[in-house]
């Protein structure tokens, strides 16, 4: 993830991100199901959060260690720029309950204006 950038356009609501979680020493996906996880994003040199997705995967996807984020209306009604995100998990398994992981690479992407 960490040297993809995506390119998007202000105020869509299509583009889906669809990203695999690993763990880095085994290379395995982390089992998503019994956990929330959470896009947040925000423009590049700020300190702002400007929205916040959940994974929108199903069991058997979250499963294999899959979080699908979709943009709701209004997620990308932002200024032209470049922006990043980080993925949060919180485990709401009872051996992991409120456990939070970030994944280390942000995610990078350039929102253009629409026509």
Known sequence: MADDTYYLVQGDTG??????ITREDTGLPIDLSSAVSR??????????????LTS????DDSKNGIALFVWN???????PGRYEA???ITFT??????????VYE????????DF
């Open 15 to 20: 583009p889906q991100l669809k990203v695999t």
């Open 39 to 52: 896009f947040k994003f925000r423009r590049v040199g700020t300190e702002t959060i400007l929205a916040t």
């Open 56 to 59: 929108q995967a199903n069991a």
């Open 73 to 79: 209306d209004g997620d990308l009604d932002q200024a």
């Open 86 to 88: 980080e993925i949060e």
């Open 93 to 102: 398994d009872p051996q992991y309950t409120d456990e939070i992981e970030t």
């Open 106 to 113: 942000r995610i990078q992407f350039i929102l253009r204006e």
